[in-house]
């Protein structure tokens, strides 16, 4: 993707410069850098006690609108400031928007420099991706067919890049009548997209999902046991060129028995690999897990505590995770890491279940950051 930029200050080689920076390892992460820093201004963000909100302060993003009055009361785009070795990084917690102008501005008097009392400004923007391809849904997960009561989220994964702003008009669950039943999905202020625009979060109301708390007391579960649904996402779901979905998905379920329980490690099933081999390791899981928390809470180390380089696959509705090496397989010892927030389908992670009863905090369990699973391969 090319930036469309616009510098309106004088290039000068000793003073910052503004620049966009994209990271070709990921789609749509592009962020916005400062570049001719000198140390003292590090040295002066490292020393406040106030490191972020000076930040905030020196190196502004907004969205502006050209002959709009009153575009610069807009607010600052959201998202994370990063100090690398002579720049400022900032990276937006959302992708920046195809077609929309922005302005990135670098003032460095807060920092006290007076001799650098002059603003950067960068306008840029990101032109609109004319694929020729209409946007589909290619996969929802849990990809089974059989689905527990107490089910937290779905995840929506789309062919392109697409909008954000059309989801509640068009993701519904429909009942076992094909009628959207009300109340069900949960309507965040800001959609659960990722970075690329192409995997959606649904959530199920988690008020509901709780036992004891006022939505489940008045409402009930969202699902019911035995009952059939499907869960419809509508055509009028836009991609980033603004068209709408070559046609409408669904995807029917039955619902079963809720999952209240802990994940335990200690019933996973290990298929260890030949050494010399690059045939992969895989675990096998008494209950589904979450299909996007698999993808990065499990890895594989070597004796050395070295990560093992390797790809990463998930199958037979999410209850298979599969590591085949880069690398063949060698003698000696491995240790399979588990991150505590590795989840199952309901919520439900490492150290305790979802919906847990009230309890002091003296009887919580203690948090770990990680359990771990060792082998060897002779």
């Known amino acids: 993707m090319q930036s469309i930029v616009r510098r309106s200050s004088t290039q000068v080689t000793n003073r910052p410069k503004l620049s966009i920076h994209s990271d070709t390892s990921q789609p749509r992460a592009e962020c916005v850098e400062v570049h001719n820093l000198d140390s003292d201004m590090f040295a002066a963000v490292d020393g406040s006690a106030q ?50 102008s922005y302005r990135a501005s670098f003032d460095p008097r807060p920092l006290g420099r007076s001799e650098l009392s002059h603003v950067e400004t960068l306008d840029f923007s990101f032109p609109r991706e004319m694929s020729t391809v209409f946007a589909e849904v290619k996969q929802v997960f849990p990809t089974s067919d059989s689905l527990p009561e107490n089910l937290l989220r779905f995840y929506v994964c789309f062919s392109n890049s697409m909008c954000r702003g059309h989801a509640e008009k068009n993701i519904s669950v429909l009942g076992p009548d094909g009628e959207c039943v009300p109340d069900v999905l949960y309507r965040p202020p800001v959609e659960l997209w990722d970075r690329s625009m192409r995997h959606l979060t649904v959530l199920l109301d988690p008020g509901r999902l709780k036992r004891g708390v006022g939505p489940n007391r008045e409402l009930g579960p969202p699902l019911k046991v035995g009952e059939q649904y499907t869960l419809a996402v509508g055509s009028g779901m836009l991609d980033m060129c603004g068209r709408p979905l070559r046609e409408s998905f669904y995807k029917p379920f039955r619902v079963t028995e809720a999952v209240r329980e802990r994940i335990a490690v200690e019933e996973w099933k290990i298929v260890l690999p030949k050494t010399k081999s690059r045939n992969c390791l895989a675990l096998m899981f008494p209950k589904p897990l979450d299909w996007a928390l698999l993808r990065r809470a499990i890895y594989i180390e070597s004796e050395g505590g070295q990560p093992i380089d390797g790809r990463i696959a998930i199958d037979q509705d999410e209850g298979r995770w599969s590591f085949t ?48 699973m060792p082998f060897h391969l002779a």
């Open 325 to 372: 090496p880069t690398s063949p397989w060698m003698a000696g010892a491995y240790c399979i890491r588990i991150a505590s927030s590795l989840e199952d389908v309901c919520g439900n992670n490492l150290l305790e279940p979802f919906d847990r009863p009230f309890r002091a905090a003296s009887g919580l369990v203690n948090n770990v950051a990680q359990r771990s």
């Open 51 to 100: 490191a972020t909100h000076l930040l905030q302060s020196i190196l502004r993003v907004r969205v502006v609108e050209t002959g709009v009055p009153g575009c610069e009361d807009l607010p600052d785009v959201f998202g994370h400031y990063r100090l690398l070795a002579g720049r400022l990084r900032f990276i937006s917690h959302f992708p920046f928007e195809s077609g929309v």
